[in-house]
């Protein structure tokens, strides 16, 4: 859940993974419930990621723990997840679920998932778990719905990568997921670019800021799910799927 400065059009360091405000806040929140509860070998990825040019992009811990918490009260067995980069929302969701779970993620860099993801994956023994796919997520999702056995039988889908894809997967995601069941969408906030002006806001975040304003104002009036909007990392938004 990496998050840009509103300012800069630069990502925030990696160990900022938040919209407040308040650097010491949050590293109060990280230090008095996160850490103490984060895996040992979610401790071990989140560190390696530091070795990644791009390591600010991964799942902020506070996130991955929110998450990991709607699974499990949900009961959660099959899941979703668009977008894997260096592993650790995958190995988070993972972690979290009983030992005959499915989890379908999805993710262009085969390379980056191998390299960082899989070895720790590997290590805390959930590799049975995870059915990792090396696609475009479109295709392979319009590839799922042709199998009528698919629609409504995952009961969470994650979604990290590609915001300009976000309706598109939300139109497929309301198919796979069954009723009840949750999705997730990160970086719905944008660094707060989205409640700043277009002309105080840099090259670099313009195009992403509209394509998830778009998303926001669509899910906010969208009548088959229930929604909230959580400042989690860059800002998360929870939709629940209705009948």
Not at 6 to 32: A, R
Not at 106 to 128: N, R, S, T
Request: charge should be negative.
């Amino acid at each position: 859940m990496g998050e840009l400065t509103p300012k800069t059009g630069y990502m925030l360091e990696v160990d900022h993974k938040t919209l407040l405000k308040s650097d010491d806040l949050y590293q109060y929140i990280l230090k008095t419930s996160v850490y103490p509860r984060e895996a040992e070998v979610l401790k071990e990825l989140r560190n390696a990621n530091l070795a990644h040019p791009k390591g600010y992009m991964s799942t902020a811990p506070d996130g991955g723990q929110f998450f990991s918490l709607l699974l499990k009260l949900i009961n959660a067995r099959k899941t979703l997840e668009i977008g894997v980069f260096t592993g650790y929302s995958l190995l988070t969701t993972a972690l979290s679920l009983p030992h005959d779970a499915h989890i379908t993620a999805i993710d262009v860099d085969k390379d980056v998932y191998q390299e960082y993801a899989l070895p720790f994956i590997q290590k805390a023994g959930v590799e049975h778990k995870i059915n990792f796919i090396h696609s475009p997520a479109l295709p392979f999702l319009d590839n799922l719905l042709e199998d009528p056995k698919e629609e409504g039988s995952f009961d969470f889908a994650f979604v990290d990568a590609d915001k300009a894809n976000y309706i598109n997967y939300h139109e497929r995601l309301l198919k796979l997921v069954r009723v009840g069941g949750l999705i997730l969408y990160d970086n719905t906030l944008w660094g707060g670019t989205v409640a700043e002006d277009e002309a105080s806001v840099t090259e670099y975040m313009r195009p992403n800021r509209q394509h998830l304003m778009k998303l926001n104002q669509f899910l906010a009036v969208d009548p088959r799910i229930e929604i909230s909007q959580v400042p989690v990392g860059d800002g998360v938004t929870l939709c629940r799927r209705l009948p």
